[in-house]
């Protein structure tokens, strides 16, 4: 509570100190290599990060500051060398001079144009999904199902929360619904043990149940929200798509090995007061029961969410149908009367709506650095001096996984780091000379993006976690130190072969 106070004394001089980063960029001599609107678009990537870290104001809010510094820079930023989809401005139909200005409605078309991209109609669609989960209480029969069956041995508890966190990956594609769909079960397990929240058992199975939900946020594509951050930027800049079933065998041969790691990494460090959950079992079964058998409304969600994991395990193969597309349909079917799952009156206060603007406008700011190069000067000018086209590539991912893992410190939101890292990544690839491998260079940086193992504000859903009072910051250093060396250890045997063997780099 005193830490919470402490942080909120703390907002107004992160506010402060924003708008003074912000200013100085702006008032510093450009560059020549830079244009105006470029310097301008690193001035307000500058601002858009220490909100982001510090989270001196919600997301949303930080969003909307966002826009409105986008309309006033760039907007009153004098028409230079532009990047190629910056497109041409017009002012009454005619062509604008070198010396006009870029004008504000150009600019506000770049501060919207993240909400025109189909990886934000994939997010909305996703949070529907996720949303009716919670709402006919699916995911929680489906991890009661899967705790039911594994018994009351606790290492057995520990492999079933990690299987249930697998299982609801490909369905539910929230890693904040995934556990909190899972983390009040283990807690129940607990309680009826006659253990503390406190307890060893009780850090054990929590901090399990969201390791794993981060590992397998790196093993689906529509797992979590950064990954459609990525993918907006991959497809408008390579003009190249990865399908589902692609990134499936990409990365959950990763995600697969981690999840094996997790499970002798925990049983390890952490060591539960008891070898058996007595009554666990029972509890899991009364909670299944009051349940009750499942409803008309499930079976429809069961036949909709196996039709979508279909659609998109064979997206490219079987039809040409693109996930964003299946899953706006899914949403469609789902909302119509009689046959769907929902009314539009019992789900709109139920959506995270600030989630759809913080995507869209992490994926604007993105567009409008690589547009005005300034992403490029930024990659130029930082891992250029480090000499890094002279390095093998292997060497390079190594130093540029590195480099993403410290700084996920300092960020809150895996969707705000992708938003801030991902054009600089792509522009990267230029300043390397990547052609063939740009793609999968990038890809693999996405998947470290995902790296959320170290501390409880490395995510959403190691915040929700941290929130039951059930472990220390310790706890979760102790299992994410280990997990993040073989995670990176892994990255880089993954680039010297396997990724390397099916073309990926």
Known sequence: MENVKQKNNLKPIWIVLSFLVLITIVLLPTPASLPVMGKMALAILAFAVIMWVTEAVSYPVSSTMIVALIILLIGFSPIEKLGPSMGNPMAAGKPLTEDALFGTQNALKIAFSGFSSSAVALVAAALFLATAMQVTNLHKRLALLVLSVVGNKTNAVVAGSIIVSIILAFFVPSATARAGAVVPI?????????????????????????????????GIKTGAAQNMVAMGFINKTFNEDISWGQWFMYAAPWSIIMSIVLYFVMINLIKPETKEIEGGKELVKAQLAELGPVTPKEWRLIAISVALLLFWATEGKFHPIDSSSITLIALAIM?????????????????????????????????????????????????GLMGLEHLPLLATIALITIFNILIHLGFASATSLSSALI???????????????????????QFVISFGFLLPVSAPQNMLAYGTGTFTVKDFLKSGIPLTIIGYLLILLFSATYWKWIGLI
Request: proline residues 3%; positive net charge; hydrophobic residues 55%.
């Open 186 to 218: 283990l807690l129940g397990m607990v309680t009826a043990f006659g253990a503390k929240k406190e307890s060893r058992l009780a850090a054990l199975l929590v901090i399990t149940a969201v390791q794993a939900v981060s590992i397998w946020n790196i």
């Open 335 to 383: 909302l119509t009367p009689k046959i769907g799952i929902f009314s539009w009156s019992d789900v709109e206060k139920l959506i995270p709506w600030g989630t759809i603007i913080v995507f869209a406008i992490g994926i604007s700011l993105g567009n409008l650095l690589l547009q005005t190069t300034g992403a490029q000067w930024l990659s130029d000018k930082t891992f």
């Open 423 to 445: 054009p600089v990544f792509i522009a990267l690839t230029s300043t390397l000379g990547l052609k063939d491998n740009a793609v999968g260079f990038v890809l693999i940086q």
